[in-house]
């Protein structure tokens, strides 16, 4: 977990796997999902942290230097990522999917928007924390991701609603 003391390598790595984690879970949530209109929710969440992690990867082997994406590809099916972004352990999250189904969309929405916003908060309290000029420029970019998330799925609540 995150503590805004790393460097701005092991702050990618960190972030990297959070966002495995969050993109795991969502993709076992549009499996699990009751209705198609959820499913397709989740699996447009997944596909946002698929693109961060992409982005996390970019910048992490441009730090590098390196461009051995199969020594990276390789850490990335090794790693276990236990926690999301939100800093909740996926674990925790995939036994709120056993508990409920998500009949409809609003259901995927309060959970995604729970994750989102969490993820929103943990990036800007390491972005306050981060020693690392650098460090921090990654926590504030991934931050202001994570409200373009935030926002969309408001929008998407209010269309609901």
């Known amino acids: 977990m995150l503590t805004?003391?790393?460097?701005?390598?092991?702050s990618l790595i960190e972030a990297f796997l959070m966002e495995k984690g969050t993109h795991e879970f969502y993709e076992k949530a549009a499996l699990k999902a009751?209705?198609?209109?959820?499913?397709?929710?989740?699996?447009?969440?997944?596909?946002?942290e698929q693109g961060h992690m992409e982005f996390i990867q970019f910048l992490y082997l441009s730090v590098q230097d390196d461009r051995d994406l199969e020594g990276f590809e390789a850490f990335k099916?090794?790693?276990?990522?236990?926690?999301?972004?939100?800093?909740?352990?996926?674990?925790?999250?995939?036994?709120?999917?056993?508990?409920?189904?998500?009949?409809?969309?609003?259901?995927?929405?309060?959970?995604?928007?729970?994750?989102?916003?969490?993820?929103?908060?943990?990036?800007?309290?390491?972005?306050?924390?981060?020693?690392?000029?650098?460090?921090?420029?990654?926590?504030?970019?991934?931050?202001?991701q994570e409200l373009k998330h935030v926002d969309y799925l408001k929008k998407m609540r209010m269309k609901l609603a």
């Open 4 to 10: 805004g003391k790393e460097d701005m390598l092991q």
């Open 34 to 48: 009751g209705r198609p209109e959820a499913a397709k929710a989740f699996s447009e969440l997944a596909g946002w």
């Open 77 to 144: 099916g090794r790693t276990p990522s236990p926690v999301t972004e939100a800093g909740i352990p996926v674990r925790d999250l995939e036994a709120r999917l056993e508990q409920h189904d998500f009949m409809d969309d609003m259901g995927a929405l309060t959970i995604a928007l729970e994750i989102e916003g969490k993820a929103y908060n943990l990036y800007r309290k390491m972005s306050e924390k981060a020693a690392d000029a650098n460090a921090r420029a990654i926590f504030d970019e991934m931050m202001a």
